[in-house]
């Protein structure tokens, strides 16, 4: 209980340090040249202004707050302010982005089965009564709502399509199937003195009351209501039964193009729901390789670290140029006083001296002087914990982990990363108290709550965790009733990144020379980044299965950090994940080079037998 207490005050303080004024500035260019005159505006407020000549601006605003940048012909970008915000570089893109050159290929227009593979990876697929439906080869707007974003407000699916669809209208209500409460009274009142059967009343109000219509009033189908798909069946009747917590996903065909396989009956437009329960089959359940779907072939363009030692910082080249570890001191003292301003120079000294001279008191001496610039800064404390991590030091890291904690309480990954950290020193009770307080704040509401990537992946380490560590954490009777989610066997890899304003392209290439990526960005998923500010994680995973045996390659393109100062990425290798046999590797990278697609690392992920 004194725990929980502690978290709340700590939580408390830190609501109350985002109502601090701080002072945010920066450059808005065109990724060419700087932009004059972009519309900079914090939401909820009056604070607007322009750009000048050069770009440039400078606001006051909160922590929490939302800043907007808009210019006619560009597409708007949106900011979560965060403690550490101070320097926002803004690279605004076209809205419509022009094609430099038309080439004619062959149709890549993929199957029903590939697309039954990808269907449980990729949110935008839905499935219909005549097949799986691809917006991107559509010749229609389809707009799909995915599971993470049906909010479990909503009681049906009538408010999910109030509250999630702009531009529907929706008539009718979830408690009372649709009835219209005092109309229905006063309705059976007239019909008992006419001496008539109240059900047929009762009946005509509810068909009344319950519409939902998909096109304006100036529409020839106005009158027509929309028909419901529901894991194939086909529904005039809106199913009020379905929980929105089934849904797995939510479409609505509104032209006459996408609704001309369903007849004339689908003239007002379609309503499509998947559900969790009706959407799974033996087949959908089959983890897919999706870069065989795609069909990319790495052509082996990504630099390799030696090819990139030319591009290391001086300090770095002529550490590595030294001769003894004393030279090496006398190199830091030199280069400290003018590239210290950055927490980039003291992680990299820290790191190199970390690998070369463990142990030394050097590395005591590097890590208080980067602790005395950069103590109240999490970014520069995360990175440097991982870099104790990399290198064995869980003692070090812990301690550092436990600072952000304290700076971020109301963070979400403050929790998995101390959790881990525990896990890591070997104590599987505390770790296993932090995911469960974790939980308990969530439910309680003191800390943002969510369904996405996020929450499965906090469900996944903790069910690991007592998977592999459950007989030294709970009693032999709790074990015994314990009942752990089954999981996924193969090779686990989990990102991390210190700087949440880090933007980066991850390529992984499978045995076959294929390869699968996936973007971070603002301007591939700004809603993503969005939810992980709100929520307060920077991390993902990409799990291998292990029917797809074979050396993997992993390369990383960084697209920047809206600042001058680099980004750090972690990644956790699991081997043999969710067995007995599980192994774990940590690696670090620093993120400086734009633009370059580079080799970070490989590695060999086992077949099933060899996995069992």
């Known amino acids: 209980m004194k725990k929980i207490v502690l978290v709340l005050f700590l939580a408390i303080s830190a609501v109350h340090s985002q109502h601090t004024p701080k002072d945010i500035s920066g450059i808005v260019s065109d990724g060419r040249s700087p932009l004059q005159n972009v519309q900079i505006r914090v939401e909820g407020t009056n604070i607007a202004l322009f750009t000048n000549a050069e770009g440039r601006y400078t606001l006051r605003t909160t922590q929490g707050s939302t800043i907007r940048y808009s210019y006619t012909g560009l597409k708007t970008v949106e900011i979560v302010v965060e403690d550490v915000t101070r320097l926002l570089n803004i690279d605004m893109i076209p809205a419509i982005e022009e094609l430099d050159e038309v080439v004619l290929t062959k149709s890549k227009r993929k199957s029903q089965q590939e697309l039954e593979l990808e269907y449980n990876s990729n949110p935008n697929l839905i499935k219909t009564a005549y097949g799986i439906i691809n917006p991107e080869t559509a010749a229609y707007q389809i707009r799909i709502l995915s599971e993470e974003y049906i909010s479990s407000v909503n009681l049906c699916i009538l408010d999910v399509l109030r509250n999630e669809f702009p531009g529907l209208t929706v008539a009718g209500d979830c408690f009372n199937g649709g009835i219209d409460t005092s109309l229905a009274l006063e309705s059976s009142n007239l019909m008992a003195r006419e001496g008539e059967e109240l059900k047929i009343e009762k009946d005509y109000v509810s068909e009344s009351k319950i519409r939902v219509n998909v096109r304006g009033s100036n529409s020839l189908f106005n009158d ?29 065909l509104s032209s006459f193009a996408a609704a001309t396989k369903y007849g004339a009956i689908a003239s007002g437009g379609v309503v499509i729901i998947n559900t969790n ?34 591009d290391l910082p001086t300090y770095l080249q002529e550490f590595q140029e030294s001769s003894s570890l004393e030279e090496v001191k006398k190199k830091h003292a030199f280069y400290a006083p003018r590239y210290g301003s950055s927490y980039g120079y003291y992680v990299d000294a820290l790191q190199y001296v970390n690998e070369n001279w463990k142990g030394d008191t050097f590395e005591a001496d590097i890590l208080q002087d980067g602790l ?19 290198n064995g030091n869980f003692q070090k890291a812990n301690e550092l982990y436990k600072e952000i904690f304290i700076q971020r309480p109301n963070y979400g990954q403050s929790y998995m990363d101390l959790a881990n950290s525990y896990r890591e020193m070997g104590d599987g ?17 003191f800390l943002a709550n969510d369904s996405t990537a996020f929450a499965k992946l906090m469900d996944r380490e903790l069910n690991n965790l007592l998977t592999i560590s459950g007989r030294d954490i709970l009693s032999k009777r709790d074990f015994k009733k314990a009942l752990f989610e089954e999981y996924f066997n193969g090779t686990r890899l989990v990102f991390e990144w210190n700087d949440s304003e880090a933007e980066f392209e991850l390529q992984f290439v499978n045995p076959e020379g294929h390869y699968y990526t996936k973007t971070h960005s603002l301007a591939a998923n700004s809603e993503r ?50 067995t007995l046999a599980q192994r774990k590797e940590t690696k670090v990278f620093k993120l400086g080079l734009k633009n370059v697609n580079i080799e970070l690392f490989k590695v060999r992920n086992s077949s099933k037998k060899t996995a069992d």
């Open 277 to 310: 329960s009706g959407s799974s089959s033996p087949k959908s359940k089959e983890i897919a390789d999706q870069a065989r779907l795609r069909n990319n072939i790495y052509k082996g363009d990504a630099l390799s670290s030696i090819a990139l030692l030319s």
């Open 372 to 390: 005395a610039r950069f103590k109240e800064n999490p970014v520069a404390l995360k990175a440097m914990a991982y870099v104790y991590q990399s």
């Open 429 to 445: 009770k505390k770790a296993a108290s932090l995911f469960m307080r974790y939980d308990n704040l969530l439910n309680e509401g």
């Open 224 to 252: 027509q209501s929309v028909i419901f798909d529901v894991d194939g069946q086909i529904l005039t009747d809106v199913p009020l039964w379905i929980l929105p917590s089934n849904m797995k996903r939510v479409a609505v």
């Open 529 to 578: 980044i969005r939810e992980e500010k709100l929520i307060g994680y920077a991390c993902d995973e990409f799990l291998i299965d292990s029917s797809l045996a074979g050396t993997w390659q992993i390369n990383a393109k960084y697209l920047g950090n809206k600042s001058l100062t680099p980004s750090y990425l972690k990644v956790t290798i699991y081997q043999d994940f969710g």
